[in-house]
Structure formats: structure tokens, C-alpha cells
């Protein structure tokens, strides 16, 4: 196939460029699920945090101030228990357009809220935080009721005496508790236990969306540097390399075509002029000055030598044809015939003068 350079250069640079975006593609959707992920992690990090700090408030601070009556009330004060509070909080949260898709959970294979039970899935997450002490965070993305979600997991473990009061034994669990919740789960936890899972799960669409349109975004932008950067490297090669190599190239087939080209010539001057250039093409255009200004001399020498080999061709060629003329045979016959005359002149003249004895 016979490109042209301008051509040749814009498919080299299209094919980078589509290898460029495919690569940049590929890179940039890894990079920016995990930020999305990161960031994802990050907010459910900070309503954990809320939720704890909210727990702690009501454990802290509304527990004690109802402690009295809830010893003595017959119903069972929801608002004494920090687990009732952070559902509540949150619930409230959730209002917000914003947070509608989240979901909260304090999932425990222990519960006294039968609500609260693990399912298989938070099982398993509740039982490597029991295993790995250390471990404070599990994110992923998990089936659930069918949807796909980010789920983000962290252990809550029985931080104070004052749990126990409720969480201990039915014995020592105040009446209303039991009466509420019943004897059968959510006793025997330990100062220290890991009991729960703290969960929040958002859908999947919620993050992959996001990275999605981030993906997106980037690769608008990318595209339309690339295509700038294409457009640009285009014209320039036009402006600064094609065009001058096309006018060193026909000024050189003008030179070749014509017999009369002089030095003087427009296109030979503009080709002059682009050796002022420092860069190669003024380095191409310099030699080819110089080119032609050595052949303009060569031919004019030569010229001139053609015009003095005539002359010498013409004075031989004259010197040829008198020998021609003077070697044939009439030529002789009359060269004799006149040599015969002269000599019979001499004698006729010498006799003449033998006859005229002592004269003068
Ligand atoms: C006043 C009694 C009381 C106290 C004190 C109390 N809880 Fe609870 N806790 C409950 C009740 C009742 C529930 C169920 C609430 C519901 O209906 O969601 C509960 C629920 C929970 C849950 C959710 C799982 C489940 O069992 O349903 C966790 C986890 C929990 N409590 C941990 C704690 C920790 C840790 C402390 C100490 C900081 C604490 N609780 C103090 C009564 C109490």
C-alpha cells in the first residue's frame, strides 16, 4: 500500500492513540472502582463511627438518666438501649434522597431483636471477625434479595459493665425486657465478646454507577486531548515538514524538466530561503542550494566547453574537407597539369635569354 506521509503519520497515530485510550480505558476503570470503592468505604466508615457515637451517647448519658424507671416501668423503654437509638438515628438518616438506598444492620447470631439475626452471609462475616481480633473492616460486593451490594463490615464487641445489665442473664435483664423480648437469645455476652456484625450495604448500582460515570468522564476528556493532540501533530507536520519536503521535491523536478533553469528561478530561491531553518529540513534545503548552485556551474562549464569542441570540430572538419579536395585525382591531374605549365614556362623563359647573349 502507498500512503503518503501526512497519511502514514495519521494512521501510526490513530492506531497509538486507540491502543492509548483502550489502555488508558482499562486502567482508568480498575483506578477509579477502587476510588469509588475507597470512597464508598469511607462514608460507610463514617456512619459507623456516627452510629457508635450515638450508641455511646445513650449509653452513656440517656441509660443512666432512665435507669430508675426503667427498673420499675412495666413497658420497656425502648430509648434506654443504644442499639435502639442508632436504628432510630438512622432510619431518620435515610430520609435524606441521598442515604434512601442505604441499609443498617447490627446482625449477631445472639440477638435479643430476632430482626437483628445473621443470616448465612453476616454469619460468616461475624465469625472472622471472632477469628481475626485484628481485622476491622470487610467490604465487598455480596448478592442480596436478589440486588447486588457494597457491603462494609465492622465488629462490635461488648465495650462496658453496663451491657451486661441487659445482655448477661434473663435474671439480672430488667422485667420488661424479657416481657418484650422474650428469655430465649440475646443473653450470655461477655465483656470483650464480639457479638455483632455492624453492616451497612448500599447497592452495587450506587458505586459502580458512580465509578461509571467518572470512567466516563475521564475517557471524554482523554478522547478529546488525544483528537487535539492528533489534529495538532497533523497540521504541524503539514506545515513544518511535508510542504517544504514537497517543495524541495518539485523544485528538483522543475530543475531536472527544464534546460533553461537559472539560479534565479522563484522556486529555487524559496528553497534558498528555507536553509535559514536550523532543523533538518533547513540542513535538506541547505545541501540542495548548494546542489544547485554546483550543477548551474558544472552546467554552464560544460556549456561552454561544448561551444569551443565545435569550434575545433568545425576547423578540423573544414582542414578535412580541403584534404578531401586536395587528394582526389582531378585535384592532382590539375596540380601537375599546372606544375608542367610553370616548368615549361622556365624553359621557354631560360631559352629567351640564351638567345640574347651580352645584353645589358
Ligand atoms: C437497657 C437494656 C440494654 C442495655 C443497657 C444494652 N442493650 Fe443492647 N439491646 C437491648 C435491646 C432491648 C435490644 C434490642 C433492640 C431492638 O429492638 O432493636 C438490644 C440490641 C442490641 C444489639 C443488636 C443485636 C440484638 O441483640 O438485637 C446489640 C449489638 C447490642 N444490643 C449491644 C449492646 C451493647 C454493646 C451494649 C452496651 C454498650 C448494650 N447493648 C446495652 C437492650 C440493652
Redesign the pocket.
Same mark, same amino acid.
Given at each position: 500500500m502507498r500512503l503518503r506521509l501526512g497519511a502514514k503519520f495519521t494512521l501510526i497515530l490513530s492506531l497509538v492513540f486507540i491502543c492509548g485510550i483502550l489502555a488508558s480505558w482499562v486502567a482508568f476503570s480498575s483506578l477509579l472502582q477502587e476510588h469509588a470503592e475507597r470512597e464508598m468505604t469511607a462514608r460507610a466508615s463514617a456512619l459507623i463511627e456516627t452510629m457508635n457515637s450515638v450508641?455511646h451517647y445513650t449509653?452513656t448519658q440517656i441509660?443512666p438518666l432512665l435507669q430508675d424507671e426503667?427498673a420499675a416501668s412495666p413497658e420497656f423503654i425502648s430509648e434506654?438501649?443504644?442499639? *435502639?437509638s442508632a436504628?432510630e438515628v438512622f432510619e431518620q438518616l435515610r430520609t435524606h434522597p441521598e442515604y434512601a438506598e442505604f441499609f443498617y444492620k447490627?446482625a449477631?447470631d445472639n440477638?435479643?431483636?430476632p430482626r437483628?439475626l445473621a443470616d448465612s452471609f453476616e454469619g460468616a462475616l461475624l465469625a472472622q471477625f471472632r477469628e481475626q481480633p485484628d481485622q476491622t473492616l470487610l467490604s465487598g460486593f455480596t448478592q442480596r434479595g436478589g440486588v447486588e451490594v457494597y457491603y462494609n463490615a465492622r465488629p462490635?464487641r461488648?465495650?462496658?459493665e453496663?451491657?451486661l445489665?441487659?445482655?448477661s442473664s434473663p435474671e439480672t435483664a430488667?422485667e420488661s425486657?424479657l416481657t418484650t *423480648?422474650g428469655l430465649d437469645s440475646?443473653f450470655g455476652w461477655n465483656v470483650g465478646d464480639t457479638?455483632?456484625a455492624q453492616i451497612i450495604y448500599v447497592p452495587a448500582a450506587e458505586v459502580i454507577g458512580n465509578a461509571q460515570s467518572w470512567v466516563t468522564l475521564t475517557m471524554v476528556v482523554v478522547i478529546v486531548i488525544f483528537a487535539v493532540v492528533l489534529l495538532l501533530m497533523n497540521f504541524l507536520l503539514r506545515r513544518m515538514v511535508i510542504k517544504p519536503i514537497e517543495k524541495i521535491a518539485t523544485t528538483a523536478r522543475k530543475i531536472s524538466e527544464d534546460v533553461n533553469w537559472t539560479p534565479d528561478a522563484a522556486d529555487v530561491v524559496t528553497v534558498g530561503k528555507m536553509a535559514e531553518r536550523s532543523d533538518e529540513i533547513g540542513e535538506t534545503a541547505q545541501v540542495f542550494a548548494k546542489m544547485t548552485r554546483e550543477v548551474y556551474d558544472r552546467e554552464q562549464k560544460l556549456k561552454q566547453e561544448v561551444r569551443r569542441l565545435e569550434i575545433q570540430i568545425d576547423h578540423a572538419k573544414r582542414e578535412r574537407e580541403v584534404k578531401q579536395i586536395t587528394e582526389t585525382d582531378y585535384f592532382q591531374q590539375l596540380q601537375s597539369k599546372a606544375k608542367n605549365m610553370r616548368d615549361q614556362q622556365e624553359t621557354k623563359s631560360l631559352q629567351e635569354g640564351d638567345l640574347r647573349p651580352n645584353e645589358g
Amino acid at each position: 500500500m502507498r500512503l503518503r506521509l501526512g497519511a502514514k503519520f495519521t494512521l501510526i497515530l490513530s492506531l497509538v492513540f486507540i491502543c492509548g485510550i483502550l489502555a488508558s480505558w482499562v486502567a482508568f476503570s480498575s483506578l477509579l472502582q477502587e476510588h469509588a470503592e475507597r470512597e464508598m468505604t469511607a462514608r460507610a466508615s463514617a456512619l459507623i463511627e456516627t452510629m457508635n457515637s450515638v450508641r455511646h451517647y445513650t449509653t452513656t448519658q440517656i441509660n443512666p438518666l432512665l435507669q430508675d424507671e426503667l427498673a420499675a416501668s412495666p413497658e420497656f423503654i425502648s430509648e434506654t438501649v443504644p442499639a *435502639y437509638s442508632a436504628r432510630e438515628v438512622f432510619e431518620q438518616l435515610r430520609t435524606h434522597p441521598e442515604y434512601a438506598e442505604f441499609f443498617y444492620k447490627e446482625a449477631s447470631d445472639n440477638p435479643t431483636n430476632p430482626r437483628d439475626l445473621a443470616d448465612s452471609f453476616e454469619g460468616a462475616l461475624l465469625a472472622q471477625f471472632r477469628e481475626q481480633p485484628d481485622q476491622t473492616l470487610l467490604s465487598g460486593f455480596t448478592q442480596r434479595g436478589g440486588v447486588e451490594v457494597y457491603y462494609n463490615a465492622r465488629p462490635l464487641r461488648v465495650s462496658a459493665e453496663s451491657c451486661l445489665s441487659c445482655h448477661s442473664s434473663p435474671e439480672t435483664a430488667p422485667e420488661s425486657l424479657l416481657t418484650t *423480648y422474650g428469655l430465649d437469645s440475646g443473653f450470655g455476652w461477655n465483656v470483650g465478646d464480639t457479638i455483632a456484625a455492624q453492616i451497612i450495604y448500599v447497592p452495587a448500582a450506587e458505586v459502580i454507577g458512580n465509578a461509571q460515570s467518572w470512567v466516563t468522564l475521564t475517557m471524554v476528556v482523554v478522547i478529546v486531548i488525544f483528537a487535539v493532540v492528533l489534529l495538532l501533530m497533523n497540521f504541524l507536520l503539514r506545515r513544518m515538514v511535508i510542504k517544504p519536503i514537497e517543495k524541495i521535491a518539485t523544485t528538483a523536478r522543475k530543475i531536472s524538466e527544464d534546460v533553461n533553469w537559472t539560479p534565479d528561478a522563484a522556486d529555487v530561491v524559496t528553497v534558498g530561503k528555507m536553509a535559514e531553518r536550523s532543523d533538518e529540513i533547513g540542513e535538506t534545503a541547505q545541501v540542495f542550494a548548494k546542489m544547485t548552485r554546483e550543477v548551474y556551474d558544472r552546467e554552464q562549464k560544460l556549456k561552454q566547453e561544448v561551444r569551443r569542441l565545435e569550434i575545433q570540430i568545425d576547423h578540423a572538419k573544414r582542414e578535412r574537407e580541403v584534404k578531401q579536395i586536395t587528394e582526389t585525382d582531378y585535384f592532382q591531374q590539375l596540380q601537375s597539369k599546372a606544375k608542367n605549365m610553370r616548368d615549361q614556362q622556365e624553359t621557354k623563359s631560360l631559352q629567351e635569354g640564351d638567345l640574347r647573349p651580352n645584353e645589358g
